[in-house]
C-alpha cells in the first residue's frame, strides 16, 4: 500500500484512529481484490557460466545459478545444476530449476529430466525421487505457493504420440497427470499465482510459429490469446493474474522483443527490445517491472548479453549488469 504523506501535524489520538481506519480498508482491499506481492528485498535470479567437479578421473560440469539485486549488487551463487533448462520461483523465493542429462545420464540417449527446488538458503531438494523413463521435460512452471508445477513435456508412454504436452505434478512429485491433449506441440508454459490457470505456447502442424494459448488448470479447451506473424514464447502471468508478459520472436530477422498483453489476450503492447537475445521476461513481485537478458554494445563493435530491468509498462530500461556470462533464464523474486 503506498505511503500516505501529510503536510500538517495530527494529535496522536487522530494518528492512531487514522491509522487503524487505513488498516480496515487494506483488510477489505486484500480481500476484494487479487493477490498481489508487497514490496520487499527482491533479486533476480538466473544462470551464468560453468562449474566442473571431479569425483577421481570423472568429472562434470555444471550451470551456475546465481542472484543479484536489481541495482546490480551483492552478486551470490545459489546452487549448481546440470544443464539447467529453466527457472521459475514461488512467492516465498523458493526457485524451481528443470534440469536434464542427471544422475550419471550425460550422453546417453535415455537421459531423463528432475526438478530441483531451492530455497532461499541454497538448499535444494528434487521433486521426483525416482527416473520417469521416457519423460523428457523442456519447460517448467509452478504456483505462487509452491504446491504445484506444470512442465511442458514428451511422454510417449503417456500421451502415445511424440508431441509435447503439458503435465501437472504436486512439488513432492506425486500426482502427475496429463493436461492438454490434441494436435500440436505445447510448451513454456507458466501457472497464474493461485495456480488457477496456466499460458502457454503451442505450435500446430509443420509451424514453426507459436502463439500462446491459455486453460484452467481444473481441464477443459484451451483458448487462443495471439496470432501473428512472429513467435509467441516464454509467456508469464503477473503477480495479480491480470496481464501476460511474453517474448516474441522474428524468426527472419533474428531479433527479440518483449510484449505484455491481458490475460484474456486484448491489449497487445511491445514493452521492450532484446535483440538478437532469445527474449524470456519475468515481472518483479510488485508487477510494476520485469527482467530480461538482452544485448549489450561491446566497444569492439561486437554485442554480448547482459541482464537489464524494464517497467512493465513500458520506459524506465535499466542495465543490471553485464559482468556476467551469457546469463539466461532470469526470474525476479522475494528474496531475504
Given amino acids: 500500500m503506498p505511503t500516505v504523506k501529510t503536510q500538517f501535524a495530527l494529535a496522536p489520538k487522530l494518528v ?24 520487499g528485498p527482491t533479486r533476480i535470479v538466473f544462470t551464468s557460466g560453468k562449474a566442473e567437479r571431479c569425483r577421481g578421473d ?67 531438494k528434487a521433486v521426483f525421487r525416482e527416473r520417469i523413463e521416457g519423460f523428457k521435460a523442456t519447460g517448467l512452471g509452478i504456483s ?16 502415445g504420440t511424440g508431441l509435447s504436452k503439458l503435465f501437472l505434478v504436486r512439488r ?8 492438454t491433449t490434441g494436435p ?41 490469446l495471439t496470432e501473428n506473424g512472429l513467435r509467441d514464447v516464454n509467456p508469464v502471468f503477473s503477480p495479480d493474474g491480470r496481464h501476460i508478459a511474453f517474448g516474441q520472436y522474428n524468426q527472419r ?25 532469445y527474449p524470456d521476461p519475468d515481472y518483479s513481485p510488485n508487477g510494476r517491472n520485469l527482467a530480461f537478458v538482452g544485448e549489450v554494445p561491446h566497444e569492439r563493435g561486437l554485442y554480448e548479453s547482459a541482464l537489464y530491468t524494464v517497467g512493465s509498462s513500458g520506459g524506465g530500461r535499466s542495465l543490471v549488469s553485464s559482468a ?10 522475494m528474496r531475504p
Avoid at 184 to 199: C, F, I, W, Y
Fill in 144 to 159: 505462487g505457493n509452491g504446491r504445484l508445477l506444470v512442465l511442458s513435456a514428451r511422454y510417449s508412454e503417456l500421451t
Fill in 58 to 124: 570423472a568429472c562434470n560440469r555444471f550451470d551456475v545459478v546465481r542472484s543479484i539485486t536489481p541495482h546490480g549488487r551483492g552478486a551470490r551463487q545459489l546452487a549448481l545444476i546440470s544443464s539447467a533448462v529453466e527457472t521459475t520461483s514461488t512467492d516465498s523465493g523458493t526457485i524451481a530449476v528443470l534440469s536434464k542429462n542427471v544422475a550419471g545420464g550425460g550422453s546417453n540417449s535415455n537421459a531423463f529430466t528432475n526438478v530441483y527446488l531451492i530455497d532461499p538458503s541454497g538448499k535444494r
Fill in 184 to 224: 500440436g506441440n505445447d510448451e513454456t508454459p507458466a501457472l497464474s499465482a493461485d495456480g488457477k490457470r496456466v499460458v502457454f505456447s503451442r505450435t500446430i502442424g509443420s509451424s514453426r510459429k507459436p502463439d500462446l494459448y491459455s486453460m484452467p488448470t481444473s481441464g477443459g479447451e484451451a483458448v487462443q
Fill in 253 to 277: 530477422t533474428h531479433r527479440g522483443t518483449i510484449a505484455t498483453i491481458r490475460a484474456d489476450g486484448s491489449g497487445l503492447r511491445t514493452v521492450t527490445s532484446t535483440e538478437g537475445e
Fill in 324 to 333: 556476467f556470462e551469457y546469463p539466461e533464464l532470469p526470474q525476479w523474486t
Fill in 16 to 39: 492512531v484512529a487514522a491509522l487503524l481506519a487505513l488498516a480496515a480498508l487494506a483488510g477489505i482491499a486484500a480481500t476484494a481484490a487479487p493477490a498481489q506481492a508487497a514490496d
Fill in 172 to 179: 513432492d512429485g506425486t500426482g502427475l497427470r496429463q493436461l
